[in-house]
């Protein structure tokens, strides 16, 4: 069944954005960059389509396997795909956006028989944020095409300050890394789309 799937060419035509976000996300090599100490090679080659106007040969962009047909010619082109997506005020690709104007439409497999994913509604926030003002993390709109399996208890465990979260973790590719530099937006392009919530004068002291 699974390869039977994979065998047809239109399948990957239909679900091209999320399939190549998805290999985006979890494949990316992450090895330590001289010029920073810690921003991984996805910083370099993860952002290529992210950029509004830019466009490189998936065979050469460092993430795709050259080797693989499949990925190669099966697969929309990400700058074919995402050519009139939303963007945020920093030029990079709003996915929240994307998914409310239905330029998306995940699946919650690769079927599309499974039932649908359930949003969760619940903000959490980061306080442990140094100067920068406190982060907060809502759930919903990454459970509206990821299920809680998908983080965790491998990425995060579910205890209230259990997550020694750091931001070299994150440029590193853990945490919020796994996805965000790669996929999703890069921390380190638009810092207050996660720093977002101002400091307390009880918290600047």
Known sequence: MYSQIFDQPMFYKSIGVL???LVVAFSMPVTANAETGFEGEFWKKGIHFQITGEAIPIAEDGIHDPTNITAMYGLQLPVEAMQDFPRDNAGLLDWVQALKQGHIAPRSDVTGEAD???PLDLDILFTD?????????PHQPHTEWLACKNCHPAVFVKKKGANNIQMNDILSGKYCGLCHGKIAFPPTKNCMRCHSVPKT???KK
């Open 19 to 21: 399939c190549a976000g």
């Open 116 to 118: 649908a994913l359930k």
């Open 129 to 137: 944020t140094g100067a920068l003002p406190n982060v907060l993390f």
């Open 201 to 203: 004068k009880a918290q």
